[in-house]
Structure formats: C-alpha cells, structure tokens
C-alpha cells in the first residue's frame, strides 16, 4: 500500500487553501490595526522549556508531547503551544529590558491527542503576547484584538467566559482550600480526580467526570480567595470590556489546563463545534518570563484554534472562493502557443494584479474553452492563426452578457488593466 499521512496530521489541499488564506489576511490586517508585531519562531525547542512552563502536571506535559532524543540525546519537542517559545526568544534577545513588547504569531502546534473534528495532532495557531504592562488595559486589549478579529471575519455568537485566578499566593490558599474539601469526598471522584487532587487540585474543577461536577457548586470558589489587587484588577477589566460592548460570562470553574496563568484567564467558546468549544483562549501569566530565567516581567496573550475558527466561519457560509482568473488564454495552433506564452508574460509584467491563465499543453480549441470555463475566467482572449496575421486577439466574455469582438494587440492592455481593477 502507498504510504498515507500520519493521523492526526492532515494535509491541506487547494481546494481548502484560499479560506486559510483568507483568514490569515484578517488577523495580519487586525494585528496590524493594533501594532503588534509578528515574531517567528522554532518548531522545536528543548523539552524542559515545555516542562517548566507549561507546568509538569498538565495533560500536555505528562501525555500530549511529540518528544524525541536528538542525535546528541538532548531531548527535543515539537511545540504543543506558542506562549513558551515566545517568551524564551524575548528574554533570549533581550526584548524584554525596560520595554513594552506586542508581538504575534502563527504557525503549526503539536499534541497527541485523540483525533476528531476539531482536535488534530498537529493543529494551527494564532497568537498574542504582549510583554511588559501589568494593568487591566493590556488584558482589555488583547480582548479587544480577538474581538476585532470575529468583526472582520463576519463572525457572531462567540461567547466570552472570564474568570480571575488571582495572584500565585491566592491561589495557592485556594489550592489548600480545595484539596481539603475533596479530601473529604474523595470516594466520590474517579481515578483521575484522585490523582489530580494529590498533583493538581484546580484541575477538578474543569473535569468532566459526572460525580466529580456534582461536588462543584458546594466547592470552595475562587473568587473567595482572591487578594485585593487582584479582585480591583479583575473589576477594571470587566468595566473596560462593557464599555467596549464586549459581553461575557463569569465562569469560576475556567481555570485553563496550564500551570503558568494568574488573575485573569479567558475562553471564548461557541456552541457549534461540539466538545471542541474553545475557539480561542488566553490570560495573564506574570510569573512566567521570571520562571524561565528572565526579570519579572508581566504579560498576557492568547492563542486561537485556526482549524476551530475556519470551520465555525464555513458552518457560517462565512468563507469566500478563491479568486478565478480574469482571464484564460487559448492558443491555436503552434506558432499562437510559442507567441501566446511570450504576450502573457508582457500583460502580466504590465497590468498589476492581473491573473491570467495561460492554456498549457495544447488541446482542441473545445477542450481549452472548457477549461477557460472551469476556470472561473471574466473573458477568454483567443489567439489563432487568423489573430496573429493581424495582429489581434478574439475576446470572448464568458460569463454574463457581451460580444464577442477583435481587439488589436495595442487595446489589451488597457482592457485587462480595466479587469485587473474590478476587484
Ligand atoms: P481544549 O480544551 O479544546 O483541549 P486547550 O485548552 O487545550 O483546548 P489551548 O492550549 O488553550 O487549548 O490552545 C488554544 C486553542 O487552540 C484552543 O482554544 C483551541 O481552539 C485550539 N486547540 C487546542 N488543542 C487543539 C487540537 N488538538 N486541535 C485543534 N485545535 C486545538
Ligand atoms: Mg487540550
């Protein structure tokens, strides 16, 4: 049998391309609007930056990691996530001195998960990291940034929950808190809850263990634990998001399944896709620039499932064709074809933004015209013996009204151009 992709890993075919293209455009677009600036970095970076950032009790790190020995037995992962390698490459180059950083990102992320609709094992992200501000402000805006970014695309219905972790300290008082109340119904939980008590007791609350969700409401809140700064902080936030007409949703149960998040966290999820709700999720990690080896330095940022946007926009009719070419030549005859190569290259060298197919291959006059068709081409300009001998080349319009007429060599130009500007 001939050898097939890895599951989980999928290929994206041209059929696909022009919808991932056009939400790239949107984000670059949207980044730009807010002056951020894009930074591009490594697929594989050294395990324990993962390790150490992500937290080595997370299901990322203990079970999702494309983790490998390299030839010289230094252990390498391909990156599950965008936030670790950001912040090691500011902190590496020195982005971070006295100095307020909005950087973006794209590209590929790696995680063994179970395949499905939704969840890939090498899925796309966009991202957001702003680095240096400590304030409510920053957090309002990276919102404000995925917001924009639902505006651009036509997007609606997109729900924001937010919840506040408050500071390392608070949580950690919450830690205890929680621990020995599900101590005390540890009967109840399931084998993974038993040991998410012992390792990793926040993680309880975002379980979808049925006996584990009755505990839930008579559970310790968080909201109870937070320090002060932390509650004015969250306040701030959720004013500056009103103002904006940003609706959202408290929800003291969004504790994010990485370690390195405190005060706020956010998700925003649809309702469409299943039990792959979350389309885009962030939040303030202060301590993290500190814990890889640089100087306290605030932050705050998100990243966003390009696989869950893109099929939320088609379930949506959101998506737009590919653009078709304004125009297909076909060529008759030998002496058109090698003359017919060389115009194209003249039109498109002088008509900016022109798209122009030019028929490879030769065939029948009727095949050419069916593949000018399929091509989605305005006009096909026909070039035959007739056409050469004169100097002049037939247009035929093929979709919509109009005649078909000869235009001399002279009139194509500014006939194209006219296309080329139509969109
Ligand atoms: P989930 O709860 O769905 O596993 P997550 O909390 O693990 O999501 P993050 O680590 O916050 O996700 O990643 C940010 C975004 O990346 C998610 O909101 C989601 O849209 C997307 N994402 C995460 N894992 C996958 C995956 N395996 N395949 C496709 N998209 C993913
Ligand atoms: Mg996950």
Same mark, same amino acid.
């Given at each position: 049998?001939?050898?097939?992709?890895?599951?989980?890993?999928?290929?994206? =075919?041209?059929?696909?391309?022009?919808?991932?293209?056009?939400?790239?455009?949107?984000?670059?677009?949207?980044?730009?609007?807010?002056?951020? *600036?894009?930074?591009?970095? #490594?697929?594989?970076?050294?395990? *324990?930056? !993962?390790?150490?950032?992500?937290?080595?009790?997370?299901?990322?790190?203990?079970?999702?990691?494309?983790?490998?020995?390299?030839?010289?037995?230094?252990?390498?992962?391909?990156?599950?996530?965008?936030?670790?390698?950001?912040?090691?490459?500011?902190?590496?180059?020195?982005?971070?001195?006295?100095?307020?950083?909005?950087?973006?990102?794209?590209?590929?992320? !790696?995680?063994?998960?179970?395949?499905?609709?939704?969840?890939?094992?090498?899925?796309?992200?966009?991202?957001?990291?702003?680095?240096?501000?400590?304030?409510?402000?920053?957090?309002?805006?990276?919102?404000?940034?995925?917001?924009?970014?639902?505006?651009? =695309?036509?997007?609606?219905?997109?729900? =924001?929950?937010?919840?506040?972790?408050?500071?390392?300290?608070?949580?950690?008082?919450?830690?205890?808190?929680?621990?020995?109340?599900?101590?005390?119904?540890?009967?109840?939980?399931?084998?993974?809850?038993?040991?998410?008590?012992?390792?990793?007791?926040?993680?309880?609350?975002?379980?979808?263990?049925?006996?584990?969700?009755?505990?839930?409401?008579?559970? %310790?809140?968080?909201?109870?634990? $937070?320090?002060?700064?932390?509650?004015?902080?969250?306040?701030?936030?959720?004013? $500056?998001?009103?103002?904006?007409?940003?609706?959202?949703? $408290?929800?003291?149960?969004?504790?994010?399944?990485?370690?390195?998040?405190?005060?706020?966290?956010?998700?925003?999820?649809?309702?469409?896709?299943?039990?792959?709700?979350?389309?885009?999720?962030?939040?303030?990690?202060?301590?993290?620039?500190?814990?890889?080896?640089?100087?306290?330095?605030?932050?705050?940022?998100?990243?966003?499932?390009?696989?869950?946007?893109?099929?939320?926009?088609?379930?949506?009719?959101?998506?737009?064709?590919?653009?078709?070419?304004?125009?297909?030549?076909?060529?008759?005859?030998?002496?058109?074809?090698?003359?017919?190569?060389?115009?194209?290259?003249?039109?498109?060298?002088?008509? #900016?933004?022109?798209?122009?197919?030019?028929?490879?291959?030769?065939?029948?006059?009727?095949?050419?015209?069916?593949?000018?068709?399929?091509?989605?081409?305005?006009?096909?300009?026909?070039?035959?013996?007739?056409?050469?001998?004169?100097?002049?080349?037939?247009?035929? %319009?093929?979709?919509?009204?109009?005649?078909?007429?000869?235009?001399?060599?002279?009139?194509?130009?500014?006939?194209?151009?006219?296309?080329?500007?139509?969109?």
């Amino acid at each position: 049998m001939s050898i097939q992709s890895i599951r989980g890993f999928n290929d994206l =075919l041209p059929a696909v391309t022009p919808s991932w293209q056009q939400v790239e455009a949107a984000a670059r677009d949207v980044f730009a609007a807010y002056g951020y *600036s894009e930074i591009r970095l #490594p697929i594989v970076e050294a395990t *324990s930056l !993962f390790a150490r950032s992500i937290g080595e009790v997370t299901d990322i790190v203990e079970k999702e990691m494309y983790s490998f020995d390299d030839r010289n037995g230094e252990s390498l992962t391909l990156r599950p996530e965008g936030t670790a390698g950001c912040v090691r490459a500011a902190i590496q180059h020195g982005l971070l001195h006295n100095q307020v950083q909005k950087l973006w990102y794209a590209g590929p992320m !790696f995680r063994y998960e179970r395949p499905q609709k939704g969840r890939y094992r090498q899925f796309h992200q966009f991202g957001v990291e702003v680095f240096g501000l400590p304030g409510p402000d920053a957090d309002a805006e990276v919102i404000f940034v995925s917001r924009a970014l639902w505006r651009v =695309l036509g997007l609606q219905g997109l729900k =924001l929950e937010l919840n506040s972790l408050g500071s390392l300290e608070a949580r950690q008082r919450y830690r205890a808190a929680l621990v020995e109340y599900f101590s005390r119904h540890e009967q109840e939980l399931d084998d993974d809850g038993r040991r998410r008590l012992k390792t990793n007791p926040l993680r309880l609350l975002d379980s979808k263990h049925e006996g584990t969700r009755r505990l839930l409401p008579d559970a %310790p809140k968080l909201a109870d634990s $937070l320090d002060d700064e932390s509650r004015r902080h969250f306040d701030a936030l959720c004013e $500056l998001l009103s103002g904006a007409g940003i609706e959202f949703v $408290l929800n003291p149960y969004l504790v994010r399944g990485l370690d390195y998040y405190n005060r706020t966290v956010f998700e925003w999820t649809t309702d469409q896709l299943g039990a792959q709700s979350a389309v885009c999720s962030g939040g303030r990690y202060d301590g993290l620039v500190e814990t890889l080896g640089g100087k306290p330095t605030p932050a705050v940022g998100w990243g966003l499932g390009i696989e869950r946007l893109l099929a939320l926009l088609e379930l949506n009719g959101l998506l737009g064709a590919a653009p078709a070419p304004h125009a297909y030549l076909v060529l008759a005859g030998e002496a058109a074809e090698r003359r017919g190569l060389l115009l194209a290259e003249q039109w498109r060298d002088k008509v #900016p933004r022109l798209r122009l197919q030019a028929n490879l291959g030769g065939g029948s006059i009727k095949a050419q015209f069916r593949r000018a068709d399929r091509s989605g081409a305005e006009i096909a300009l026909v070039l035959g013996e007739d056409e050469l001998a004169a100097g002049e080349v037939t247009v035929k %319009p093929l979709r919509g009204e109009g005649e078909q007429r000869r235009v001399s060599l002279t009139e194509i130009e500014p006939l194209l151009e006219q296309l080329a500007r139509q969109d």
